[in-house]
């Protein structure tokens, strides 16, 4: 029997967006609480989840409306990595589904538990620098570098009222390479392809529509996130899965995209990389490295993220030998 949504569900944090009867991505709305976008896909017969924001309020948002679009509430969720705004929303799902990553996720989300004690005990890291950005505002002039202020300014306002409240449930499940799930209207299988955005990431491929759920192994229309990324490996997984006969991508940031997005992507890694090269080749330095133009559309990202690019060159000038 299929489940029949009477209407899409809204949230302040993430828009809803139906990719195929029963497949849904949810889009974290700008300054919203969600941050990063997740996945409802009925199965028919199970209800899943992919990733669960950065937020407790969001991820409820999350559950309500997997349990409206889906008559289910969630049988799983998936944790696509260890970084905060894929995973701090699990607390919504504890005690009713199972919560599933790759082993290595979970070998690297101990450490955010002391972190969180931590910052519980003492928040001022937050509100110091929720004042800062905010004094920063008083004075910048620029749009698109206002626009990337006030986006972090809700981020940390949203972080400080969660704080409270926040606790963190890791995985009861963890996986090695695959793991497929078989419901009565469509199956899905879930993928780790080792070393990428970070040492631990997985994706959710559902082979009937072509569609997946990248988690941070692909940001569109922006910069991509790089600390702790395998950059070779990384590059190396997006073309493998532009290869595939996947055709609809959601990701981890930015609008649900195509392959041309997911090329975009490995263009702009390979942009980045010949920036540090020539830069390297010519004696430059890392600052020299900053003050190159990327070319288009790479030179409209810049602006996105207010400390991306200059994180990112400083990274991979390290990082490339
Ligand atoms: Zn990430």
């Known amino acids: 029997m299929l489940h029949t949504p009477q209407s899409i569900p ?98 690297l989300m101990p450490v955010y538990l002391e972190e969180l004690k931590t910052l519980k005990q003492n928040p001022s890291e937050l509100s110091t620098s929720l004042e800062e950005n905010l004094r920063l505002l008083d004075t910048e002039t620029d749009p698109q570098k206002r626009k990337a202020i006030e986006g972090y300014v809700a981020r940390l306002k949203h972080s400080l009222e969660s704080l409270p409240v926040l606790e963190l449930i890791l ?49 569109f229309k922006r910069q991509p996130y790089m600390e702790d990324c395998d950059f070779t490996a990384w590059k190396n997984i997006l073309d493998e899965i532009s290869q595939s006969n996947l055709e609809t991508f959601v990701p981890g940031h930015g609008p649900v995209g195509t392959k041309t997005d997911l090329l975009l992507l490995l263009q702009y890694l390979n942009a ?7 830069t390297k080749l010519a004696g430059g330095s890392v600052e020299n490295a900053l003050s190159m133009p990327m070319p288009e559309p790479f030179d409209e990202w810049r602006h996105i993220g207010q400390h991306r690019f200059e994180d990112n060159v400083r990274f991979l000038f390290q990082h490339l030998s």
Do not use: M
């Not at 407790?56 to 705004?85: C, F, M, W």
């Not at 695959?178 to 899905?188: D, H, P, Q, T």
């Not at 980045?272 to 020539?278: A, C, P, T, V």
């Open 10 to 107: 809204s949230s302040e944090h993430f828009e809803i967006q139906t990719l195929s009867e029963g497949v849904y991505a949810a889009i974290a709305k700008e300054f919203g609480a969600a941050f990063s976008n997740s996945g409802i896909i009925d199965l028919g017969g199970l209800t899943l989840v992919f990733d669960t924001f950065e937020t407790p309020k969001a991820a409820e948002d999350l559950r309500a409306a997997a349990q409206s679009l889906t008559g289910r509430l969630p049988d799983y969720v998936i944790n696509s990595h260890n970084h905060a705004d894929h995973w701090f929303g699990n607390q919504a799902f504890a005690g009713q589904a199972t919560i599933i990553s790759t082993h290595k996720t979970r070998d």
């Open 272 to 278: 980045l990389e010949d920036l540090i090269k020539q």
């Open 171 to 219: 995985p009861n499940q963890t996986f090695g390479n695959k793991i497929v799930f078989y419901g009565s209207k469509r199956s899905a299988e879930l993928l780790a392809l080792g070393n990428g955005h970070t040492s631990g990431d997985c994706f959710l491929a559902l082979p009937e529509e072509n569609i997946a759920f990248l988690g941070d192994l692909a940001f």
